[in-house]
């Protein structure tokens, strides 16, 4: 078999010889301890895609924020004692609660204060900066569907009080004696009232009951404490307790079903404003407040 022609410009010397023998790849070269090594490096590398934890807290910090409320509650309106005028300890109790006002404004005070501890707990102490994100706030793209419903939500309330039992005189309705303290109310029960009720009970309290025990018993048990909380304005009427037990089932359901504490939230303002707008058209605009006890 006849060999390839020599290509006469270069060297014989420097020639390739097709007899040789092919030399080995670089791979082949390596020592065994070092192909290992580097058939190893070779491997990508896994990347951690698990989700992070939601909710971001457990069971214990939702009793610490209720912890840090009542005491931001009651430091709020120890407080105000070194306002108000009085030689005695009882003196200057009787003088704040003819004063709702001041109560009112203490409990708006003790409401943004926990606000911004929710804040830190979230961004801080569990390493979520996204804090709306991470509650499940989720403005609704359409808001009127939740407005009507708390409206109609609203509607049927009205329509069951009239064959309910309830008493007569109850602290709440000590507070509707005053035009002042009626327009914080109705400030209060669109912005920070419904705000910060649904960030703990929906937000905070709900998603960790849900985790536990399941969605319906995270409702029920949410709803639960929704209406205890509000039992002490109605004079603990079993009445009072029942419906505001269903509205807070509802609002249980609202968020679960739509995924969006804010759906809720919007609910609520609508379930409130309709009952203050109810009234300020009855009071001629908050000025016949007498009307209300008729």
Known sequence: MNSPPKNPLVPRESQPDPNAATPPASSELLSPAAAVFEAASSVPTPVSDAAPPDPAW?????????????????????????????????????????????LLVAQMVAYLALLGYMYILVTRERGRPRFWQTIHWNWPSNLWPCLFGGFCLQAVVIGVEHFLPFPNNTPFESLLKRPLS??????????LGPLMEELFFRAFLYPVLAHRFGVAAGIAISASGFALMHAAQYGYSWASVLLILIVGVVLGWVRERQDSVAAGFLVHVAYNGTIILLMFAATGGFRHLERLNQ
């Open 58 to 102: 457990n069971g214990w910090d939702v009793l610490r924020i209720f912890v840090i409320a009542v005491v931001l509650l009651f430091a709020t309106v120890f407080l105000l004692f070194a306002f108000v005028s009085g030689s005695t300890f009882k003196q200057r109790a009787d003088r704040l609660s003819a004063m709702p006002e001041l």
């Open 182 to 191: 009626v327009v914080l109310i109705a400030a209060f029960s669109v912005t």
